[in-house]
């Protein structure tokens, strides 16, 4: 088990609403009159988990730089997923196996929402390289709402192997990209599948797309050329959800 902070009104709730085992103390900023904190800390000692009264720069320093809104609570999460794990939830989900790539997805934010979304998706594993992702901060676990700690994350050491590795265990797999005439509307989505979506700037790298059984795109008739990484990947998700029935 690995300890972090997780910030902020909705997802210290969804804490100890969902994990609330999990949750080793809640800190609450002195003074602090908002309602909603104030019924998280009488929540928190109903389920005899401490409450302390802290000052607002120590919260800020455990924040960083995401906003605390007066509370914060120590989490102890679940071990981090391994590579060597990805064989295994493979087998578990079989023909349901969903996978979301995320090849270089740096800021925070993104990748936090791509997590709420995967989780939302129930995917089989979220991969990103070692190298080329920014880690579980609290803003990412504040971004994700909750999603970071619901969904298995794994960093690997070359993207390019594990995507080898993926396709040598039936999984097709599908990148998007602006520039093809296929969309996401054209492509199966039955069976195994991963996703695989590039950096907010330059979007996924050219070995990474040779790697890639198709390359969609998703159509869009207004005159914006791209969208961010994070809708992109709920938009996507949920398309290979629908084709699917959504039954997961």
């Known amino acids: ?11 210290v709730e969804g804490a100890l609403s969902n ?3 999990r949750v080793r103390e809640v800190l609450v900023e002195n003074g602090q009159r908002n309602a909603r904190v104030l019924e998280l800390a009488e929540r928190a000692k109903k389920l005899k988990i401490p409450v302390q009264h802290r000052p607002r720069d120590e919260l800020d320093k455990l924040a960083g730089e995401a906003r605390h809104q007066g509370v ?3 989490y102890e999460a679940a071990p981090a997923a391994h ?6 939830l493979l087998e578990r989900d079989g023909s349901d196996a969903l996978v979301l790539v995320l090849d270089g997805v740096t800021d925070p934010h993104n990748l936090g929402a791509c997590l709420r979304s995967a989780a939302a998706a129930k995917v089989t594993a979220v991969i990103v390289p070692k190298d080329r992702a920014v880690g579980l901060t609290p803003v990412v676990r504040r971004a994700s709402a909750g999603g970071a700690d619901r969904v298995p994350l794994i960093a690997v050491t070359n993207l390019a192997r594990t995507l080898r590795e993926l396709k040598d265990a039936g999984v097709w797999i599908t990148g998007l990209a ?8 054209g492509v199966d989505f039955k069976g195994p599948v991963a996703l695989v979506l590039g950096s907010e700037g330059e979007g996924i790298r050219r070995l990474t797309r040779e790697l890639c059984d198709f390359v969609a795109k998703i159509p869009m008739p207004g005159t914006m050329e ?16 629908r084709q699917r029935g959504a039954k997961r």
């Open 226 to 241: 791209s969208l961010n990484v994070s809708v992109a990947t709920g938009v996507a998700l949920f398309e290979a959800l």
């Open 178 to 185: 602006g520039d093809t005439d296929t969309t996401v509307y």
């Open 83 to 88: 590579e060597n794990d990805l064989a295994g």
């Open 19 to 21: 994990d609330a085992e």
């Open 1 to 11: 088990m690995s300890e972090s902070w997780i910030v902020g009104i909705n997802p």
């Open 72 to 74: 914060v609570a120590r």
